[in-house]
């Protein structure tokens, strides 16, 4: 007889729910959150298991791939689809969760995650710790503007460079501000020196891939957002039609339907906000930096005449992560003008 598994998974422990065919619970126990330790479980020979499901989560990829490499099928489940298919249960518990986790296993209603390979998961973790530095300092820049305006120092427009310069003028002859200004300076400093030494690493890893070279001939499309998309694509191939990735970074608009009325509204904001937010900066930057005229920026322009600029900026990104992914699968690089342009999008 067949058998599923659900795992309910936590930081300290995971809830594991083994049921049969018929639906009847085989077993039911809790135990570490570790590939070792769950396989302790799932490897009794008494067990012919069909498939084994995790929600995606902080721990889903470590445990994936370890009861991967040990031959289980596992399957990483879409978050939304759990909360939906759990929330009809009257009492939420770890226990309950994995019993649920495990029925949906059986009766096959679940839709798979993809779980990225090693290299995108390093990659998207230096791109998510350079991010997290430049926000640091950037938010230590701010406080110091706002300790400073409560003495009427006003540091006003100044770029990054000259910052540390400003503060020095506005604060010299104050003993007792320096006292204070100097550590909040000094992290800043060792913040910006971090920031840019990830910088650096991130401009490199994309001058040596030579998708990301590809990529970036994109106007508006740099190292940092070529990277941060092959990243989170990781495999060019899932993808059956370019036309998938708008939907999956939740660029398309929701549909609201029902009986007579349809209603289309935002963005649907699924998926990685990460890259949705770089790609929206580089249609951004196309449309109001990039001065060498495309016909991508001549379609983006008439968009934003009938539509406004915000709504363009919006069906711009939404272009520019399927022009990346054609890009990506045929191995050109972008064409400026329509004579040989891409397929159709």
């Known amino acids: 007889m067949k058998h599923f598994v659900g795992l309910d998974v936590s930081v300290k422990e995971t809830a594991i729910c083994i049921v049969d065919e018929l639906g009847k619970i085989c077993r039911e126990v809790k135990v570490h959150s570790h590939p070792e330790d769950l396989l302790v479980i799932m490897k009794d020979p008494g067990w012919k298991i069909e498939r084994v499901g995790l929600e995606a989560g902080p721990l889903s990829q470590w445990l994936f791939e370890g009861l991967a490499r040990a031959g289980l099928p596992v399957i990483c489940i ?16 770890d226990r309950n969760d994995a019993r649920g986790i495990a029925q949906m296993m059986r009766v096959n209603l679940y839709r798979p995650v993809h779980v990225k390979t090693l290299t995108s998961q390093k990659r998207r973790a230096l791109l998510t710790a350079r991010k997290l530095l430049q926000g640091k300092a950037i938010a230590i820049e701010n406080d110091i503007r706002g300790l400073l305006r409560n003495f009427g120092l006003k540091v006003g427009v100044v770029g990054t460079v000259k910052f540390e310069v400003r503060i020095r003028e506005l604060i010299e002859g104050m003993p007792d501000l320096e006292e204070f200004m100097e550590p909040l300076l000094a992290a800043r400093n060792k913040l910006r020196a971090e920031f840019a030494r990830l910088h650096k690493k991130v401009l490199t890893l994309a001058e040596e891939d ?28 899932r993808f059956k039609s370019s036309k998938a990735v708008g939907p999956i970074l939740g660029l398309t608009p ?24 770089l790609l929206y900066e580089a249609a951004q930057t196309l449309l109001t930096r990039v001065t060498k005229w495309s016909w991508l920026k001549a379609w983006a322009m008439n968009v934003a005449k009938r539509r406004g600029m915000r709504k363009a900026i919006v069906a711009l990104a939404r272009r520019l992560a399927v022009i990346l992914h054609r890009m990506w699968l045929d191995g050109t690089g972008f064409r400026w003008t329509r004579e040989a342009t891409a397929p159709t999008i």
């Open 210 to 237: 030579a998708i990301c070279k590809r990529l970036m001939t994109i106007p508006g499309v740099g190292a940092v957002t070529a990277l941060a998309y092959t990243a989170t694509i990781d495999i060019s191939q």
């Open 78 to 93: 879409e978050t939304r689809h759990v909360k939906a298919f759990l929330k009809a249960q009257p009492n939420k518990t």
């Open 254 to 277: 929701k549909l609201n339907e029902s009986g007579e009325s349809r209603r289309v509204g935002r963005i649907s904001l699924c998926g990685d906000s990460m890259m949705r937010t």
